[in-house]
């Protein structure tokens, strides 16, 4: 009669068992890796032309970027605490690279809910002056939201992006 052994300490030494080990590793990393980009970059929000926001992508990156960079606006968002269906109001505050006020911008936000397109909604900004801009805007639903500013000055365009929680 046989006796099998359920201690088999070289199992972990057999190059099948290392290389399957290895290979989970390998899918684990890069799926960490796909959530850690899917996380940073565009909300990835079906939008109407998006075969040519796709398509002009890259262009579009870059021509952000250089704006950004000539323009060199320093922008701080206050968002307060946003409660569901309560008013909230988003505080702008637009300052030059000198640091002085920057006034005269139009532009819009817009509140994407990742989950549901059906609530995503654009409101415009009011200046109140001195370098300082508002947005007022009701959320109906908890949970994740994006709050997608853009500023415009003549041609200048400048967007910025924030990730918030509604309680």
């Known amino acids: ?33 796909m959530i850690i980009t899917a996380f940073k970059t565009s909300p990835g929000l079906v939008q109407d032309d998006y075969y040519e926001q796709g398509r002009d992508y890259e262009r579009t990156v870059l021509q952000l970027m250089e704006m950004r960079e000539r323009l060199g606006w320093q922008i701080s968002l206050d968002e307060g605490e946003v409660v569901t269906s309560s008013p909230a109001t ?6 030059s690279k000198t640091g002085e006020p920057v006034e005269g911008l139009t532009g819009d936000l817009q509140l994407y809910r990742p989950s549901d397109r059906d609530q995503d909604s654009i409101v415009s900004l009011i200046e109140v002056g001195n370098g300082r ?20 000055s003549g041609d200048d365009l400048y967007k910025v992006e924030k990730r ?3 309680l």
Not at 18 to 24: E, R
Not at 90 to 95: E, N
Not at 133 to 152: E, H, P, S
């Open 1 to 33: 009669m046989a006796i099998f052994s359920q201690s088999n300490k070289q199992a972990f030494r057999n190059p099948w068992v290392i290389g399957w080990l290895g290979l989970l590793l390998l899918v684990l990393v890069v799926n960490t890796g």
């Open 90 to 95: 988003l505080d702008v505050v637009v300052k």
């Open 133 to 152: 801009y508002q947005a007022r805007y009701t959320l109906l639903l908890k949970g994740v939201w994006d709050l997608i500013l853009t500023l415009k």
């Open 164 to 166: 918030i929680k509604v």
